[in-house]
């Protein structure tokens, strides 16, 4: 019974995070960090890590769709994508030398700031 109830919640996680990535175009990889620390027990530097392993294939799945529909902007895509590998890149390299407890207060000001964004 435990297994099926541990299996659930990797499911719910999974279908949870596709519905909120594809809807939003982000936010999935925050409710995968919060759902594998608090409800998998999983490890926060491992939880980051996953959580991008899982964000390309939902990411490309809405991507292929948006294109589909045109409402993709490619000239800003590319540049901030040139960006974003440079410093997908360094974040890489950064994450497994800050400490847990430090990782998690930078991700829940992260957090803050990007809520207070979002409302006002």
């Known amino acids: 019974?435990?297994?099926?109830?541990?299996?659930?919640?990797?499911?719910?996680?999974?279908i949870t995070t596709g519905l909120v990535n594809g809807l939003f175009g982000s936010g999935g990889g925050t409710i995968l960090i919060l759902g594998m620390f608090f409800l998998l027990d999983i490890d926060e530097h491992k939880a980051h890590a996953t959580a991008i392993s899982i964000i390309l294939p939902l990411a490309l799945v809405s991507t292929f769709i948006y294109m589909k529909h045109g409402i993709i902007v490619w000239p800003v895509t590319l540049k901030i994508m040139t960006g974003g590998i440079l410093g997908g890149y360094i974040g890489a390299k950064l994450l497994s030398k800050i400490p847990e407890y430090l990782l998690r207060k930078i991700?829940?000001?992260?957090?803050?700031?990007a809520a207070i964004r979002m409302v006002f």
Do not use: D, R
């Open 107 to 113: 991700f829940a000001v992260f957090m803050i700031i």
């Open 1 to 14: 019974m435990k297994k099926k109830i541990f299996t659930f919640k990797f499911i719910l996680l999974g």
